[in-house]
T-cell receptor, first 115, second 111 residues
Framework: GDSVTQMEGPVTLSEEAFLTINCTYT??????LFWYVQYPGEGLQLLLK?????DKGSNKGFEATYRKETTSFHLEKGSVQVSDSAVYFC??????????????FGQGTILTVHP | SQTIHQWPATLVQPVGSPLSLECTVE??????LYWYRQAAGRGLQLLFY??????ISSEVPQNLSASRPQDRQFILSSKKLLLSDSGFYLC??????????FGPGTRLLVL
């Protein structure tokens, strides 16, 4: 079945540092790929997505590129802020195109950014 | 625009008591609906999903059940709660684009 492997964490950075959170997946076909973010005590929010190979999703300074060859979707940000402290989830979609649109979530990576 | 609501926000229940969590979606029709549980503030476990009224699929065997009595209403229930049912319960909706939109969650503590 589909699976996703995400950088374990926790990740602790100083403000303005460069961030990379690795994500690789296994899937049949070519699923859409998502990153979600969860701020303390809240539900998940869509951060960015990419729907086909070589697409780059971007939002709030975060970027991730759909790498079909390496089945990866690593999240990056050039300069993190304290407000980026949250849990980040990688989630490949259902490449089979079934109507229920199931996602497979990684275990999440806790990011803490210090001033 | 679409919005998703969950209530209650927080719930403390004794072991053996019943449970009913509600999720409603506004501003859309015939969405796919999902219930997730998040334990220890980390990974998400898909519990149930629904593609239409009265259509429920269970992902894992457990002490919980789900129902969809109306198009935009999704209910998570239990007849007798266990300690292991404690967690953060998240409802989500989507269309065929697969992007799922999450509610604010319900934090359940079973004592």
């Amino acid at each position: 079945g589909d699976s996703v492997t995400q950088m374990e964490g926790p990740v602790t950075l100083s403000e303005e540092a460069f961030l990379t959170i690795n994500c690789t997946y296994t899937a049949t076909g070519y699923p859409s790929l998502f990153w979600y973010v969860q701020y303390p005590g809240e539900g998940l929010q869509l951060l960015l997505k990419a729907t086909k190979a070589d697409d780059k999703g971007s939002n709030k300074g975060f970027e991730a590129t759909y790498r079909k060859e390496t089945t990866s979707f690593h999240l990056e940000k050039g300069s993190v802020q304290v407000s980026d402290s949250a849990v980040y989830f990688c989630a490949p979609g259902n490449a089979g195109g079934t109507s229920y649109g199931k996602l497979t979530f990684g275990q999440g990576t806790i990011l803490t950014v210090h001033p | 625009s679409q919005t998703i609501h969950q209530w209650p926000a927080t719930l403390v229940q004794p072991v053996g008591s019943p449970l009913s969590l509600e999720c409603t979606v506004e501003g859309t029709s015939n969405p796919n609906l999902y219930w997730y549980r998040q334990a220890a503030g980390r990974g998400l476990q898909l519990l149930f999903y629904s593609v239409g009224i009265g259509q429920i699929s269970s992902e894992v065997p457990q002490n919980l059940s789900a129902s969809r009595p109306q198009d935009r209403q999704f209910i998570l229930s239990s007849k007798k709660l266990l300690l292991s049912d404690s967690g953060f319960y998240l409802c989500a909706w989507s269309f065929a684009t697969e992007t799922q939109y999450f509610g604010p969650g319900t934090r359940l503590l079973v004592l």
